[in-house]
């Protein structure tokens, strides 16, 4: 049974940092396209980053780019979200998502298997 199991969020103050951590279980991440996806209260759930497992290419929303960054570890079977000068924009809960398909893409249906959620709040 595959589980997906995202953490790491929490409350931060604009300008501040947070890493998400993803993990999964009854699966080994290694040939996936791994992605991030956050909702904001009253909003769709949009894609924030991607990357590909097998050779570790990212793709990153334009509203993210350059703020945050994905990251992989294959041996601990983790993926990361490390997230730079967080603005209050970026308040939402996000969710790590997986798919077996090899493809930089942020589409929600794309994705198989999603986790729980970890609520991340940028206020002062």
């Known amino acids: 049974q595959v589980q997906v199991v995202s953490s790491g969020g929490g409350e931060v103050q604009p300008g501040g940092s947070l890493r998400l951590s993803c993990s999964a279980s009854g699966v080994r991440l290694e040939v996936y396209t791994i992605g991030w996806f956050r909702q904001a209260p009253g909003k769709e759930r949009e894609g924030v980053s991607c990357?590909?497992?097998?050779?570790?290419?990212?793709n990153y929303s334009d509203s993210v780019r350059g703020r945050f960054s994905m990251s992989r570890d294959t041996a601990k079977n983790m993926v990361y979200l490390q997230m730079n000068s967080l603005k209050p924009e970026d308040t939402a809960v996000y969710y790590c998502a997986f798919t077996t398909v090899l493809l930089l893409r942020l589409w929600v249906p794309l994705y198989e298997h999603w986790g729980q959620g970890t609520q991340v709040t940028v206020s002062s």
């Open positions: 990357l590909t497992t097998n050779d570790g290419r990212t």
